[in-house]
């Protein structure tokens, strides 16, 4: 009985989730603000070639988010999938660290992203299976809290190392691999889950269709996957921040300034969300990413970069665990993981040709144009959530 106890709404299993995400974000941010600098100053590769990668990784990759997401509800297993996704990004490493062309590194991000597809619908179903509904926000902001934390210190780590290294990207990249197991085994020891009890037939058991889910579920995943056609790989703004003027050495630190306001943020846009509507918090955050985008177009110094991802960590401290609550209210309790994996899906779809748009633009036009083009479907999609929170209101 004890292991089932809730803490503030959510039980055991969100706070190991959020354990598992930490270790595995300081294996993976140790890596990410590294890649685009690797690429462009080691490698040589030019702007539009890092938005196919980050595209192709992203996409491709996230195809698997549904299918996972399904094949959880169907079998009634979390756990072992979500292992089998964190493992499969943990043995990654070695990829990169040996890279020697632009394909090898390809390689990396499709292979860690592929692991990120098998996990994330399973965890996100576990989290809300262990959570009330009236603390859902906290409980996916709990999470994402611990998430980014890891963030926080694997940049933080990567700088360190940099420093004593000699910035040899390729030694930091092999470290990398230690939090990365550490965020397994404790999936393997800690996380706990029950024999799922159907309610319905085995026959009835989740189908990959759309016909469980009404209007709002459709709605929404339309309106977040608009919003993500804009949303380019962080790695523009990353280049961004070292054309304005940011050193190599200090990449790191700028990005984990995003990454601590976003840890710091989140837990209280949870609770805010869960206390004034979730609907409401989700619509400011679109409306912050599209004045941020705007500020990282005109941008012309060092001071208004660092600035900018700071606001950047608060933008998503108000939405990535804000919408996933936001959508556990809205499906039925047998197709979470599915609907979870839909909808991570979509996101994922939309970011290959926001990367591949991102890097055209960024070569062919501007700099400023890819951050331009963001805060336009930003924008878009702030406006027609405004037109989805009045039908809600009108059909209820």
């Known amino acids: 009985m004890r292991k089932n106890k809730k803490f503030f709404g959510f039980g055991r299993n969100v706070f190991i989730s959020g354990l598992v995400s930490f270790f595995m974000d300081i294996s993976s941010e140790m890596i990410y603000p590294l890649v685009p600098l690797f690429l462009a100053n080691v490698l040589g590769v030019n702007k539009s070639v890092i938005g196919l990668i980050e595209g192709i990784a992203e996409s491709t990759a996230s195809l698997l988010k549904v299918f996972s997401g399904w094949f959880s509800d169907r079998i009634g297993n979390r756990k072992w999938l979500m292992a089998v996704g964190y493992g499969i990004s943990a043995i990654s490493r070695p990829i990169i660290a040996l890279a020697a062309t632009w394909h090898h590194v390809m390689g990396f991000r499709f292979m860690d992203r592929f692991g990120k597809g098998i996990r994330t619908a399973p965890r996100d179903a576990i989290i809300a299976e262990a959570s009330e509904t009236t603390y859902m ?64 037939k085995p026959a009835e058991r989740p189908k990959l269709t759309m016909k469980h889910f009404d209007w709002r579920f459709k709605s929404f995943v339309l309106i977040a996957g608009i919003f993500a056609i804009g949303n380019s790989s962080d790695v523009f703004l990353i280049l961004r921040a070292q054309q304005i003027g940011i050193p190599t050495v200090m990449i790191p630190i700028v990005y984990l300034l995003f990454n601590l306001i976003y840890s710091l943020s989140a837990i209280p846009a949870g609770i805010a969300a869960d206390r004034f509507g979730r609907k409401r918090v989700i619509l400011l955050g679109f409306i912050l990413f599209a004045v941020l985008y705007y500020g990282f177009a005109i941008a012309s110094d060092t001071k208004a970069i660092w600035i900018l991802f700071g606001f950047y960590g608060l933008f998503m401290g108000l939405t990535e665990g804000i919408q996933k609550a936001f959508l556990a209210t809205i499906i039925p309790q047998d197709f979470k993981a599915t609907a979870f994996g839909v909808y991570n899906t979509v996101i994922g779809i939309a970011m290959f040709p926001a990367s591949l748009v991102g890097g055209w633009l960024w070569d062919n036009i501007s700099p400023s144009a890819t951050f331009y083009f963001g805060a336009i479907t930003a924008s878009l999609s702030a406006a027609l959530f405004t037109v989805f929170i009045v039908s809600m209101r009108k059909i209820r």
Do not use: Q
């Not at 902001?141 to 190392?161: K, N």
């Not at 910035?167 to 230690?178: A, E, G, T």
């Not at 020891?189 to 309610?199: A, D, M, N, P, R």
């Open 137 to 200: 926000g906290r409980a996916f902001s709990f999470h994402r809290s611990l998430d980014t934390m890891g963030a926080v210190i694997g940049p933080a780590l990567a700088f360190f190392l940099l420093g004593i290294f000699s910035n040899d990207y390729r030694k930091v990249f092999w470290l990398s691999m230690i939090p990365g197991i550490i965020a397994v085994l404790l999936i393997i020891f800690f996380i706990t889950e029950k024999k799922k009890v159907f309610s319905v």
